[in-house]
């Protein structure tokens, strides 16, 4: 009986040692360049390290056209790391909005896909005037 137990004990043991650490995960969708929301975030993250969250999912929809982002916006960024690093968080960033694919659209709208129409007018396009409600009624 207690040669099971001792075996019970030490396969739990080697099961849990085996499973490693808990992740606990914590999601922000954020607006990085307002400053306010930078401090409201480092104060979300300092609570949710104390309460023993390991990860931190951040979205922002500016992470789909970081290349139009000015220096105010990359420096709000590395304070949100630093705060990370010093609170052991790790940054998971959020960065293919399914969707809402405006974000990943921004850099070229052309990517656009759409259901082919059998009905349409020939000559309707993006740039023509706007059709006629008869012409409407047709597509």
């Known amino acids: 009986m207690l040669l099971t137990r001792v075996s019970l004990g030490l396969a739990l043991f080697a099961t849990a040692e085996q499973a490693g650490a808990i992740q606990r995960w914590v999601f922000c969708n954020q ?7 930078i401090t409201n975030l480092i104060a979300l993250m300092q609570r949710a390290s104390t309460a023993g969250y390991t990860h931190m999912l951040l979205g922002d929809s500016k992470f789909s056209r970081l290349g139009t982002m000015d220096a105010h916006y ?3 960024v590395n304070k949100v790391k630093q705060a990370a690093t010093q609170l052991h968080l790790e940054i998971v960033p959020a960065v293919f909005p399914i969707g809402y694919s405006n974000d990943l659209l921004f850099n070229d709208p052309n990517l656009i896909e759409g259901m082919p129409s059998a009905t349409a007018s020939p000559g309707f396009s993006p740039t023509s005037p706007s059709p006629s409600p008869t012409e409407i009624s047709r597509i």
Not at 31 to 36: I, R, S
């Open 31 to 37: 607006n990085l360049w307002v400053d306010q929301n």
């Open 74 to 76: 990359f420096q709000n």
